[in-house]
């Protein structure tokens, strides 16, 4: 296979998170992979970002080193989903990667983070995503032979029912490979050109329950497929605040989540999603 020269467009909403943006920009600008530009979609901010100095300093700093980088300002807060589907026509409009990469505001991924993402898709993925376990915790090791050669599996009865959506990407594991994945948690490096082909849904609360897992399916459906590298760490900083923490409540995560089964159904018996 010949590998492909590689541009990424980075693609990330915040809200009420200066700290946690600072933080991304300096894990990315030690990344080892550094052919990238920063999307920042300041969403429905109490204080714009670019009003904190320590932002400008660093926004200075990464565009002295050679990347591209924007801050827009949304003023009102729409949801997780509003929020990425805008940053992906910002992206289509005015992104030169071939590649995309959606990426959480609290996260610290590891400087080889996007190296071994790339890696995923120099092994035949259209999509490639890692792990993603607590920053504070300790790190939970297990084999990967306990996968049974599938990350985060996904299967459903012949009712259509979902019965098995796995969550294996929250902890760490003793090999370092590349897996098939059924669906990718949190950040994920894909094809630009799924963003003018999936949405994310427009039905969900403001939090956005299952945003990631529906946006999964709905590439699986157009044939792309996803891989997992369980040595690509990105360490989440779990952040109580801010982001969409600040509209999550048990009720609407019921919803959601309800929405969700409700639509893998359809789509399953209507022979749109075969797994």
Known sequence: MVEEKIEVDILCSSKDRATEVFSLMQALRTQTFQNWNLYVLDNGYGTPLVNFHFINMMINRLQ???????????????????????????????????????????????????????????????????????????????????????INKVRINEQGDLIEFGDDCGMCYIEKEIIPAGHFRSCALYKSEINSKVKYQDNLSNYGFREESFFSLKCRMLGYKIGVHTGAISYHIMTPSGGGRTTANPESISID???????????????????
């Open 257 to 275: 989540d309800e929405s969700f089964r409700k639509w893998i159904k359809n789509k399953y018996l209507s022979g749109e999603l075969k797994l």
């Open 64 to 150: 002295l080193e050679g990347h591209k980088v924007k801050i827009y300002r949304n003023q009102n807060d729409f949801g997780i989903c509003y929020a990425r589907n805008l940053l992906n026509e910002i992206q289509q409009k005015e992104g030169s990667g071939n590649y995309s990469m959606r990426i959480d505001d609290d996260v610290l991924p590891q400087p080889d983070f996007i190296e071994k993402l790339i890696q995923v898709i120099n092994a035949g993925y259209d999509i490639a995503s890692g792990l993603i376990p607590p920053l504070a915790m300790p790190e939970m090791k297990r084999e990967i032979r306990f996968l049974n050669r599938e």
